[in-house]
């Protein structure tokens, strides 16, 4: 009889009967032992997961930060650092293009002096080569902007130029810069699965839903969670307003991104949300970023449906006067990106100061504030199974039942190793599903058109977005932006030239200037 032991090796032996009953007992045990032992397949993976984990503590996490250049990277760096004991990181690479080397080389040397002052040997590494950054990570963050700030001014620009709102995640410089993102978020994707396949993908790049949803349905890269910052900052300031400890309060969000809804309540369960609602209309400040004009709510329709709206929400409910807002600001100071770009060029001069060792309070300036943080807190709780409620775009799963399971929401959820569990929501009103249901219609329009460069799709995201009037205007203002976005957009490269054969003209000049000076 022919026996195979241990590592394949075989051998002949002469044996009883009861022997040998008793050997395929043994193979059955070494070929079965480890199903046995791990009798369902979460099992299987936490005992992956905490071999992994453990090497990790002996040698040190590996984060990849894509947008390394980012003027928010102080800003990830101090959350880190503030999270040593928690997160053993042992290097951090910082990736850009080629075009952002300056920047990112300026925030690398800052990092450095930030980690150094914090007594933590950590290093800080810069590449150009994105593939060759991401092995072996453990954490890959992603905080990049294609086309830089001046896309953002196109994106602003050429809708306003049409006396349509133009903002940088809503209407249709929202829907433009996922058509410039999720390209190349599909593609880092790519090179995660073949160098990094155990990675988790931490998503602030915006617009935050719409990216972390075709990371999901079309990367098919589960290991994903998007963030944002507009919830971290309403649960640091509401509480201040209304006079509480923020470890009394519980907060149940629900929505997409820059579109949700929340609900606050006490350490005895009873709910304060009215309270925050008094506290706005009394002109406390319970959270706005700061690149968001504060027109004010319908007191009455805010108190009819007893939840907060997130404050992007004033594009949509207060539409008239955000529009006159930003036309002013376009005729005059320039566009919230214009502006921005002024701030970032300020604190990339502060970045410099070889005697800078923390993030310097001028960041707070930018709109963005405490996306790197949470970010950071994300990780944390992943790493360290913690278990903690956070705000993140996952997959629904049935927590907004009026939307389907698998579409990527806004919600509270719980983070650990696991990453993201949402948590139920239940039924919204008529007027809040209706919202949702056009919008999440409009995203996944948007990131269809996005992925295929399917023209016609492209429209029909810009019909659905209450953002932008149908008709005409809208034609020409999609037409524009594929036009002053062509480096960006290789997917709609037969629609761009059959727009240039059509003699279709950027009627914003300052936007033709951009274009001509290739930027």
């Not at 996490?61 to 928690?86: A, C, D």
């Not at 993908?201 to 963030?227: D, H, R």
């Not at 910052?229 to 907060?251: Q, S």
Request: aromatic share 10%; hydrophobic share 35%; charged share 25%.
């Amino acid at each position: 009889m022919e026996i195979y032991g241990f590592y394949g090796r075989s051998f002949r032996l002469k044996v009883s009967e009861s022997f040998k009953i008793f050997w395929n007992f043994l193979l059955f045990l070494e070929k079965n032992l480890y199903n046995t032992l791990c009798y369902c397949t979460d099992l299987k993976t936490d005992i992956h997961s905490s071999c992994k984990e453990e090497r990790n503590m002996k040698q040190g996490l590996k984060i990849v930060t894509i947008g390394g250049g980012s003027s928010y990277t102080p800003e990830l760096m101090e959350g880190f650092i503030r999270r040593y004991e928690e997160l053993p990181i042992r290097e951090i690479w910082l990736v850009d293009v080629e075009n952002g080397q300056e920047k990112v080389n300026i925030d690398a040397q800052m990092a450095q002096r930030m980690w150094k002052a914090a007594g933590h040997d950590v290093k800080i590494y810069v590449s150009l080569n994105r593939k060759e950054a991401l092995k072996d990570a453990d954490f890959v963050t992603t905080q990049f902007r294609v086309g830089f700030l001046e896309a953002r001014i196109k994106d602003e620009r050429i809708p306003l130029s049409y006396g349509m709102l133009g903002q940088e995640t809503n209407g249709a410089g929202g829907i433009f810069k996922a058509f410039r993102t999720i390209p190349v978020i599909l593609d880092i994707v790519k090179d995660m699965k073949e160098v990094c396949p155990d990675a988790w993908l931490i998503n602030f790049t915006n617009p935050s839903g719409m990216v972390t949803e075709a990371v999901i349905q079309y990367g098919n890269w589960n290991k994903c969670i998007g963030l944002c910052n507009v919830p971290v900052i309403a649960m640091m300031k509401e509480p201040i307003a209304i006079g509480y400890d923020p470890k009394d309060l519980t907060y149940q969000f629900a929505g997409i991104n820059h579109f949700h809804w929340h609900k606050v309540y006490d350490k005895h369960g009873n709910n304060v949300t009215q309270k925050v609602i008094d506290a706005l209309f009394e002109g406390k400040d319970i959270g706005l970023p700061a690149n968001i004009n504060n027109v004010p709510f319908f007191k009455e329709q805010i108190e009819q449906m007893q939840m907060i709206p997130c404050g992007y929400h004033r594009y949509y409910y207060r539409q008239e006067e955000m529009l006159k807002h930003s036309l002013e600001e376009y005729h005059t100071i320039g566009t919230r990106g214009q502006q921005v770009k002024q701030t970032e060029e300020k604190l990339f001069e502060l970045y410099k100061n070889k005697e800078l060792d923390h993030k310097p309070e001028e960041l707070s300036m930018r709109g963005g504030a405490y996306y790197s943080d949470a970010a950071c807190e994300c990780i944390n709780a992943i790493y360290n199974n913690k278990k903690i409620h956070m705000v993140v775009s996952t997959q629904n799963k049935g927590s907004i039942p009026e939307l389907p399971t698998d579409s990527i929401v806004e919600v509270s959820s719980i983070i650990d190793a696991k990453g993201a569990t949402p948590m139920a929501w239940g039924k919204f009103p008529s007027a809040q599903r209706g919202w949702l249901q056009c919008m999440k219609a409009m995203e996944e329009c948007t990131i269809n058109a996005a992925v295929t460069g399917n023209y016609g799709m492209a429209m029909e995201a810009f019909a659905l977005n209450p953002l932008i009037p149908s008709g005409e205007s809208a034609k020409q203002v999609l037409d524009q932006l594929l036009l002053a976005h062509e480096a960006y957009l290789p997917q709609f490269a037969s629609t761009i030239q059959r727009l240039k054969q059509e003699h279709v003209q950027i009627k914003d000049p300052v936007v033709q200037q951009l274009v001509k000076e290739g930027k």
